[in-house]
T-cell receptor, first 109, second 113 residues
């Protein structure tokens, strides 16, 4: 099955800093999503981005499907950005949604 | 409001008892999923269903069972055969096509004592 790896595993930032999170996947995909898991465990949809670039406020994402990676950019980080960021993909003939290992982000004031 | 509802939010059970977690959606989604998350870990797929009366095992199905009798509902039973059932359980749904966006419920924290 598809393998999904995220980097870095942990990231500590000062408020106002920018960051880039990476998601690598081992095969072609039909679907790629980025999620933010808040401290209460809820998964918040950030982007649905199987290819191309999207922006939403201070966040943007780019997926290069041919090279099997996606990037999530966080600019001018705020303490409320803290939490775990996951990418998830769905590929091949099945409709299984497979999650990456996650990046734990801590933004310090 | 449209969405995915998991209940209860917190659940406590004694070891050896079966317990059923509820997941209901009113988004008219065909596909539904159950994931398990352990502290500090990622999400692992337990079962998924692409259509009513059909479901497939995920990566960690042992000790769990599901049913999909209605499009809106995908309950998960944690059986006594599950060796380490204490975890956070998340349910998701999406339209049936592979290239569609998935949405999650708020999760159920199960503690077995």
């Amino acid at each position: 099955g598809i393998q999904v790896e995220q980097s870095p595993p942990d990231l500590i930032l000062q408020e106002g800093a920018n960051s880039t999170l990476r998601c690598n996947f081992s095969d072609s995909v039909n679907n790629l999503q980025w999620f933010h898991q808040n401290p209460w465990g809820q998964l918040i949809n950030l982007f649905y981005i199987p290819s191309g670039t999207k922006q939403n406020g201070r966040l943007s994402a780019t997926t290069v499907a041919t090279e099997r990676y996606s990037l999530l950019y966080i600019s001018s980080s705020q303490t409320t950005d803290s939490g775990v960021y996951f990418c998830a993909v769905n590929g091949g003939a099945t409709n299984k949604l497979i999650f990456g290992t996650g990046t734990l982000l801590a933004v310090q004031p | 409001d449209g969405g995915i509802t998991q209940s209860p939010k917190y659940l406590f059970r004694k070891e050896g008892q079966n317990v059923t977690l509820s997941c209901e959606q009113n988004l008219n989604h065909d596909a539904m999923y159950w994931y398990r998350q352990d502290p500090g870990q990622g999400l692992r797929l337990i079962y998924y269903s692409q259509i009513v009366n059909d479901f497939q095992k995920g990566d960690i199905a042992e000790g769990y069972s599901v049913s999909r009798e209605k499009k809106e509902s995908f309950p998960l039973t944690v059986t006594s055969a599950q060796k380490n059932p204490t975890a956070f359980y998340l349910c998701a749904s999406k339209h049936g096509a592979r290239n569609t966006e998935a949405f999650f419920g708020q999760g159920t924290r199960l503690t077995v004592v």
